[in-house]
């Protein structure tokens, strides 16, 4: 079974940038795509972002293109959201997550974090 804790979060002013970092620990990532979702209070939770295991491919949900990269460090069991440009509906519990296979975008990932908060004051 896998752990993963994400760090980072916190709270911005509209515009302004934060870097989320999730590590693992109990298996080795670098097999296993890997993602961020987030969940705004009353909504659903959401893919915003993932990566392939090597890191070659990455998918982007439409409202965060050009403004967040997500990407991973395997040698150090880690995966880092970078949000620019943060806009106050970017506002939500940010959780990472793993799972086997290949596909990206999809909701079906095995593992999940706690989820750290994010929050974009206007």
């Known amino acids: 079974q896998v752990q993963l804790v994400e760090s980072g979060g916190g709270l911005v002013q509209a515009g302004g940038s934060l870097g989320l970092s999730c590590a693992a620990s109990?298996?080795?990532?670098?097999?296993?795509?890997m993602g961020w979702f987030r969940q705004a209070p009353g909504k659903e939770r959401e893919l915003v972002a993932g990566?392939?295991?090597?890191?070659?491919?990455?998918y982007y949900r439409d409202s965060v293109k050009g403004r967040f990269t997500i990407s991973r460090d395997n040698a150090k069991n880690t995966v880092f959201l970078q949000m620019n440009s943060l806009k106050p509906e970017d506002t939500a519990v940010y959780y990472c997550?793993?799972?086997?296979?290949?596909?990206?975008?999809?909701?079906?990932?095995?593992?999940w974090g706690q989820g750290t908060q994010v929050t974009v004051s206007s």
């Open positions: 109990g298996r080795t990532l670098s097999r296993y795509v």
């Open positions: 990566i392939s295991a090597s890191g070659r491919s990455t």
């Open positions: 997550a793993v799972r086997a296979g290949t596909a990206i975008q999809t909701p079906l990932y095995d593992n």
